[in-house]
């Protein structure tokens, strides 16, 4: 068994890149890991505009210590490219965080194969991509931490987010059949769900009251992946919906919940 140490000891002098790390959850990551006392860290992101800035207010508060790349991760040289630049940089990867993603809601029936694809490029094939690149640094290196960041949708499918349902599965069931698989070789592989956490990707829609901050679902993160859970949850809802979502004996309160969420959802109402 690997040993666990508390959060900010495992960080400690750690190099580590965040996809989607201009922005929310990631930046939050960044940042957490960073006053941890983190060595190096690697914002990838694809909006150059909050790129540019945030990479400027770390470097301003960590000098030195923070890395912004340009990556889509939906393009796989980009991903290989960006992971290559950050091993320069650093000099290894100790931890991947894989947490670029988006909501993709909406009518099945409106969706086309095109819409299909493009969720799966980002929330699947984006952390697919970081994976593969990765792998050959940390086994070289003699270990890591990959950390996807799913949804806990995942978990709890809901009507009108089939998209985001289905890719944060597959993401999920991706994740943590290779921690197994990655294990003997001293490279950690872990889930985590941020739980509901207020950030640009509600674009516009109100966050349920309760939603947590970017800081608080960081350090629940961070947290969890430092005691190497398979599966770190970052609220207390995702921690019911783990819990009960296919439990028998919930079956029929399932069916009740889920059916009224759809029925209000296509009402008009954004329920969550
Ligand atoms: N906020 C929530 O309530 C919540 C809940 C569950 C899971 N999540 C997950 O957390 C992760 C982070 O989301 P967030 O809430 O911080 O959203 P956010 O919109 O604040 O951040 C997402 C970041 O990803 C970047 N990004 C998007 N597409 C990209 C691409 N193709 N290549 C590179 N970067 C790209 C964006 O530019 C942005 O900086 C996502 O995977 C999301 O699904 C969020």
């Known amino acids: 068994m690997m040993k666990t140490s508390?959060?900010?000891?495992?960080?400690?002098?750690?190099?580590?890149?965040?996809?989607?790390?201009?922005?929310?959850?990631?930046?939050?990551?960044?940042?957490?890991?960073?006053?941890?006392?983190?060595?190096?860290?690697?914002?990838?992101?694809?909006?150059?505009?909050?790129?540019?800035?945030?990479?400027?207010?770390?470097?301003?508060?960590?000098?030195?210590?923070?890395?912004?790349?340009?990556?889509?991760?939906?393009?796989?040289?980009?991903?290989r490219g960006m992971i290559g630049k950050a091993a320069e940089f650093g000099g290894r990867i100790d931890i991947l965080f894989n947490n670029a993603g988006g909501g993709f809601g909406g009518y099945f029936d409106k969706q086309t194969n095109e819409d299909w694809e493009k969720a799966f490029a980002l929330n699947f094939y984006g952390a697919l991509y970081g994976i593969r690149a990765v792998l050959p640094i940390m086994r070289k290196q003699g270990g890591g931490h990959i950390v996807d960041i799913i949804s806990g949708i995942a978990f709890s499918p809901m009507p009108y987010q089939t998209m985001y349902s289905a890719t944060k599965a597959a993401l999920n069931g991706l994740t943590l059949a290779l921690r197994y698989e990655l294990w003997d070789e001293n490279i950690r592989v872990t889930s985590a769900t941020p739980g509901t956490t207020i950030t640009a990707i509600w674009k516009g829609v109100k966050p349920p009251p309760g939603a947590q901050s970017a800081e608080q679902s960081a350090q629940t993160i961070l947290a969890g992946v430092a005691k190497n859970e398979r599966l770190v949850l970052g609220d207390q809802g995702d921690i019911s919906g783990a819990k009960n979502c296919f439990h028998p004996d919930a079956a029929a309160g399932n069916d009740d919940y889920f059916l009224n969420v759809a029925r209000r959802r296509r009402s008009g109402e954004m329920v969550v």
């Open 6 to 79: 508390t959060t900010s000891e495992y960080y400690r002098d750690k190099v580590a890149i965040v996809t989607g790390g201009a922005s929310g959850i990631g930046l939050a990551l960044a940042e957490t890991m960073l006053s941890y006392g983190a060595k190096q860290v690697i914002l990838a992101d694809f909006n150059d505009k909050n790129l540019k800035r945030e990479t400027e207010r770390l470097n301003a508060a960590y000098a030195g210590k923070v890395l912004g790349l340009y990556c889509d991760v939906t393009k796989e040289e980009d991903v």
